[in-house]
């Protein structure tokens, strides 16, 4: 909880220092409008949620689970449009969310443990997704908006933390600790940043290839540098889920071949 206070709090003041030089007038008219305060503030709860769950997988050696919720995340956007933005699923689709299911339900059955971190991950970054996309606003002064809005929260959980009877300290007694929380602001703002961005730029293939990149490498670094164990059924379960993420590419690289057509 530590941890994601200091996420919160220095990543609100990295993007803060940073609007107020490149875009203050976009920021001061968003939050001028109550009705966007609300849906940021539940964006930025969503995010915050996302990152709590994030660092709990990390930290307690869940950290293939957590790469396969991501490699879970294009197909749970696929199911989210269905349900709340009316987007017809082509058959395709379909049959990519379908092998998902399959493969959550046998890790569920054979492994005998739901696997809530995987789930947790894609709906939640699902989820922040879809109001990103329904608000349809500039990234960084929207994504400023959403770590203002739980700006305190963090900050005030970190101070009664440092007053309670058995104190945290605001900052840790080591030096490397508190510059790594420190910088994990930059860390953290900058690809949310970049992902906004990149979403409204770069066809919606290609964008879905380079996501693919981050549970990778979170996988081959759950397996080879922090010694997790890639069981039989984990294998099974993201076996099937990269078969339904070879469905979905080739869906939508079909969908835009048709377009260039047209």
Not at 133 to 151: D, G, H, I, Q
Not at 213 to 238: H, K, M, R, W
């Amino acid at each position: 909880m530590n941890i994601l206070a200091h996420r919160m709090v220095w990543s609100f003041v990295f993007l803060i220092l940073l609007i107020l030089i490149t875009d203050r007038q976009t920021f001061l008219g968003y939050i001028r409008r109550p009705r966007l305060l609300l849906l940021l503030g539940t964006a930025g709860l969503l995010m915050s949620v996302n990152w709590g769950i994030f660092i709990y997988s990390v930290e307690n050696g869940h950290i293939i689970e957590a790469g396969l919720g991501y490699y879970f995340n294009p197909l749970i956007n696929v199911v989210l449009g269905y349900v709340f933005l009316k987007e017809r699923l082509a058959p395709m689709q379909k049959l990519a969310v379908a092998l998902a299911f399959i493969g959550v339900l046998y890790v569920t059955l054979g492994y005998g443990k739901f696997p809530w971190i995987s789930i947790s991950l894609a709906l939640t970054f699902g989820l922040y997704g879809l109001l990103k996309k329904k608000a349809k606003l500039e990234s960084m002064p929207a994504l400023t908006v959403e770590t203002m809005m739980v700006f305190p929260l963090a900050l005030g959980f970190l101070l009664y933390c440092s007053h309670t009877a058995d104190p945290t300290p605001f900052f840790p007694h080591s030096v490397f600790t508190t510059i790594m929380l420190l910088v994990s602001g930059v860390v953290t703002a900058v690809p949310l940043f970049w992902f906004g961005k990149a979403a409204q730029v770069i066809p919606l293939s290609t964008l879905g290839f380079i996501q693919y990149l981050a549970p990778t490498l979170q996988l081959l670094l759950g397996v080879f540098l922090y010694g997790e164990t890639f069981s039989t059924d984990y294998f099974i379960c993201f076996a099937f889920v990269w078969a339904g993420l070879v469905f979905y590419t080739i869906s939508i690289l079909r969908g835009k071949r048709v377009k260039i057509a047209e």
